[in-house]
């Protein structure tokens, strides 16, 4: 059974930054390109960011690029997302995605002063 646990979120003040883990279980991890999503309250669910079975292929929604980096420890079946200088846009419920059918249940990110 996949599962997958995200964890770092939490209140941060605009300019600031955190790092999100997600740990990956129950797949072969290495083999499997991750996402990060996130949902705003009261929006629809938007793509953030996506990194190849390698780590050595990464993409970004133009919303984050240059400020966001996507990360992987294929040996630790750990995924990760850098957010620096964050604005208040980026509050938002961030999510772990393997595929449409496998997604953490979320780590909150609110950017406010």
């Known amino acids: 059974e996949v599962e997958l646990v995200e964890s770092g979120g939490g209140l941060v003040q605009p300019g600031g930054s955190l790092r999100l883990s997600c740990a990956a279980s129950g797949f072969i991890f290495s083999r499997s390109g991750m996402m990060w999503f996130r949902q705003a309250p009261g929006k629809e669910l938007e793509w953030v960011s996506t990194i190849n079975s390698r780590g050595d292929s990464t993409y970004y929604a133009d919303s984050v690029k240059d400020r966001f980096t996507i990360s992987r420890d294929n040996a630790k079946n750990t995924l990760y997302l850098q957010l620096n200088s964050l604005k208040t846009e980026d509050t938002a419920m961030y999510y772990c995605?393997?595929?449409?059918?496998?997604r953490g249940q979320g780590t909150q990110v609110t950017v406010s002063s």
């Open positions: 995605v393997k595929d449409q059918a496998n």
